[in-house]
């Protein structure tokens, strides 16, 4: 081995950045050597991401030194990461979406870098590195997993010693991962040095060398996870076992919601148009639709909502009637209740208390007479739901926007439940909600089935629809699959529909496979 | 050292209610500022300007006379701005209240009956709600913007009062001037304070007051017209209807601006004149955002606003001034106020030299 094996490629040493009301980061030491693909392990909250833009230059760390192979660094900013060889792909990515693959690559490239010959080399390293890409395409044509593929081509030709990846399989379907894994093994064997960001225990597991686990802003542990067990990964990571949700037998009533040939054109040119969908939801079961997200998902939930109405009533029938035409507040009353994607803003209103909050869908249990708020029932009840579902809060007069993203959900969810719903739908009910949080809500989702409620769940996470759903069905390009059960699929076949497998070969003959939006 | 301005975590509350403290101070020193440059005693210039037109029970009688449209309109559109609702024609719904009312008090000329009253303040409601539905018409139905077809129907009806007074209307025994006969006793709003002019529109301002918090804080359409401006996609979300928050918020506004102007032309008017109002409807808006938008702030600012205008008319008359000090003022307040908001989202940071980390190699 030579001596630039030997030098960690980057080391840092008790980095410590306080904000006025967190320690994000204190004391932290982590050393990444060449070619290693270094897990960074830890819940919401844990300090993953300070880290991460400390390294990346766009956070100043308070105390603590960088040393970037075997050198002490200012990173004053990420221009100066960039130069030192530090690229990083961020779990939103930063694309526009009228330009083309080139244009955004060359817009991030310094002026030397970006002349006539960058598609040439963007083929180039595309296909060394198996990510195919064609430079001329518009982002607006390209799947989640494409655009994807463009920041990271994007960092690689900028020759990256360290490329940092922010939870980059959250929006891939298995096989794409699969994939990306082989990309970042052959990236690592040529000597780049990969941090890899994820809570996905299984990932971790099999893609990395060395593991730093965060905790609360404190480094609890470094391991080499091919040696630890999921069990004894979480546990350093949430810092207790992991509760594991009881599954009982399923008893199947009546059909709760049924979709019948549902056809909705997209509402913005974004947007995905929904194809015949229909789907059959009936009491105490769980139902999970798969599909990577921006494939008409939104579109799907806004219908089924009131959100947005149809149309045609009878394409929706909820508990025996065609709800069509109905706007949200008339579908709750008949028995719905629904936990949104977005929690900010749509399940909740940002700047009102988590009381005033409760009162947004709640107000039909008896929180008002005659037109008048009760003003203390509203308040009991957002305190049981804070109690009832361990929300982490100040009491029913936080802000709903100062709870954590885990912790607001964790109160719309129980505001949903405790009005006693018999069809329920929830989306991404787990998304960026940590480990122990989305434990319990997926156990409330169980409850609620075992109670003789039917429930509808849409989520990214395999992992999440098998360990919950009865049933299982996958979107792809505005299209549903019909739903399987559960006991007769598996991961492989359910990402096999995610990439549109079912969809009859003739309905789309020349379109390329494009679900976050096609004109 | 440098200063930077930073988000703060939650708004601030405090800064929320010192803002319009802060902004009024702001105004005072401009006026000073302003009095020295134009040759006059500036302490002199302050006194006949915000006290002397307060040092009298007849003033403070005329203080509250002139707040009380002013507040009247400003709880009315307020509920409506809470909701995201933009209506910038009080001004015509005022005036289409006074048409209605004054109407009314036309028609029944001659009569004795008690009911004239009531009746001109039901019309004059009716007017400024049917004004307001309008824009509230368009805007649901063809997304048309309210701000601007409500604002534009403020010189609509200012024409129609025009052609009227002109016209129809017009007082056979008035020497050919623009004005209606004068109303008969029974259609003039009770006196309220002897010595003065102040008549029971105060007291009708009171109540719109105390019904506008009532509606807002206890009402559940009042919390849901305040999701709706908070967070559209949340109202849709809990089924909101977005047109009802319209038509409410639109309508509540035109409503109480109509009442304004039956207040105007059945108290220190008595008749229908080419010009009912000296612009209450739009100072109506700067006092319902200096008020916060809380009909008890706006209870406050209305008498601010009411005493910029009584001081701008003593500044007329005794310091020779030009009229538009006032609209000045007018205008400046709102500049401050909204500068001052700034700090309720944000806050002012000192950003010494931070230590240096390492030093570059």
Known sequence: ?519 | MRLRLEPRPEPSRLAGWLSPIVATLAVLAIGLMLFSAMGKNPWEAMYVFFIEPIDTLYDIGELLLKASPIMLCAVGLAIGYRANVWNIGAEGQLIMGAIFGGGVALAFHGSTSWLVLPLMLVAGLLGGVLWAAIPAFLRTRFNANEILVSLMLVYVASFILSLLVHGAWRDPEGFNFPQSKMFDDNALLLNLLPETRLNVGFMIALAAVAMAWLFMRMSLVGYQMRVAGLAPAAANYAGISASRTVWLGMLIGGGSAGVAGVGEVAGPIGQLLPIVSPGYGFAAIIVAFVGRLHPVGIFFASLLMSLLYLGGEAAQMRLALPSSVTGLFQGTLLFFLLAADVFIHYRLRVIRTAPAVAKPA
């Not at chain 1, 949700?245 to 997209?266: K, T, Y």
């Not at chain 1, 329920?424 to 998304?431: D, E, H, K, R, S």
């Open chain 1, 1 to 519: 081995m030579t001596d630039a094996a030997t030098t960690p490629r980057l080391q840092l040493t008790g980095i410590t950045k306080a904000y006025p009301s967190v320690i994000a980061n204190q004391d932290v030491s982590l050393t990444v050597l060449p070619g290693e693909i270094h897990a960074v392990l830890g819940e919401n909250g844990a300090g993953k991401s300070t880290l991460m833009k400390i390294i990346y230059g766009a956070v100043k760390p308070d105390t603590g030194t960088i040393a970037w192979e075997g050198k002490a660094v200012a990173i004053a900013n990420p221009a100066r990461a960039r130069r030192l060889g530090i690229g990083m792909v961020f779990q939103h990515f930063s694309l526009f979406e009228t330009l083309t693959v080139a244009d955004n690559i060359a817009l991030a490239l310094e002026k030397d870098r970006s002349g006539d010959d960058l598609p040439a080399r963007i083929r180039e390293v595309s296909t060394r590195y198996g990510l195919p890409l064609a430079p001329d395409r518009h982002i607006h044509t390209m799947s989640v997993g494409e655009r994807q593929r463009v920041e990271i081509v994007r960092c690689l030709l900028q020759d990256p010693r360290l490329l940092i990846m922010d939870e980059p399989t959250s929006v891939l379907t298995p096989q794409a991962v699969e994939k990306l894994f082989e990309t970042l093994r052959r990236l690592a064997s040529e000597g780049c040095s990969i941090l890899y960001i994820s809570h996905k225990l299984d990932e971790i597991r099999a893609l990395c060398h060395k593991a730093t686990v965060l905790r609360g802003g404190k480094v609890t542990g470094t391991c080499d996870p091919r040696h630890e067990s999921s069990t004894s990964l979480a546990r350093m990571m949430i810092g207790s076992d992991l509760p594991h949700p009881q599954h009982r037998q399923a008893q199947i009533g009546a059909d709760a919601l049924v979709v019948r040939d549902l056809s909705l054109d997209a509402d913005d040119p974004f947007g995905t148009a929904l194809h015949n969908i229909s789907l059959t939801v009936r009491v105490g079961e769980i139902v999970g639709i798969a599909g990577v997200s921006g494939n008409g998902q939104k579109e799907l939930m806004a219908a089924l909502s009131g959100e947005r109405r149809v149309p045609d009533a009878d394409r929706i029938m909820l508990l025996g009637q065609a709800v069509g035409r109905l706007d949200a507040a008339q579908r709750r009353a008949l028995g719905f209740a629904f936990v949104p994607e977005e929690r900010l803003g749509r399940g909740a209103v940002p700047e009102m208390s988590l009381a005033d909050n409760a009162l947004l869908t709640a107000h039909r249990q008896q929180l008002v007479s005659r037109g008048f708020v009760r003003h203390d029932a509203v308040r009991a009840y957002a305190v049981e739901t804070i109690r009832a579902y361990g929300v982490k809060a100040g009491g029913p007069d936080a802000i709903a926007r100062s709870l954590s993203g885990g912790n607001l959900q964790k109160f719309i969810v129980g505001r949903e439940i405790r009005q006693h719903p018999k069809m329920m739908i929830a989306a991404q009910p787990t998304w960026g909600v940590d480990v122990g949080a989305a434990a319990q809500i997926r156990q409330a989702l169980l409850d609620l089935r075992d109670s003789g409620v039917a429930v509808l769940v849409v989520s990214e996470e395999l992992d999440e629809l098998f360990e919950i759903c009865d049933r299982l069905a996958v979107i792809a390009r505005g299209r549903l699959s019909d739903a399987k059960a559960v006991s007769d699929t598996n991961a492989a076949e359910i990402g096999l529909l995610m990439s549109g497998s079912f969809i009859a070969s003739g309905a789309e003959p020349h379109r390329p496979f494009s679900p976050a939006g096609m004109i």
